[in-house]
C-alpha cells in the first residue's frame, strides 16, 4: 500500500458516500483543508513520545 496521500482523489471518492455533490466550487476549498490536514497529521504523527508519556491535566501554553 502506498503511503502517498491524495487529498483530490480522496474528495472524489467520500462524497458520494457522505451524500454530498461537490460542485467545482466547493472541490478546490474541500482538497485544500484536506492536504492542510495531512499535513496537521503527519506532524502528530512524526512527534516521538514515551510509553510512559502522558497527558498534561491542565493546558498551560
Do not use: N, W, Y
Amino acid at each position: 500500500m502506498s503511503e502517498t496521500f491524495d487529498p483530490a482523489a480522496l474528495a472524489e471518492a467520500m462524497a458520494p458516500l457522505l451524500g454530498l455533490e461537490l460542485t467545482p466550487e466547493q472541490r478546490g476549498p474541500v482538497v485544500m483543508h484536506l492536504s492542510i490536514a495531512a499535513e496537521m497529521a503527519g506532524k502528530l504523527k512524526a512527534a516521538k513520545l514515551d510509553d510512559e508519556a502522558e497527558p498534561a491535566p491542565v493546558f498551560t501554553p
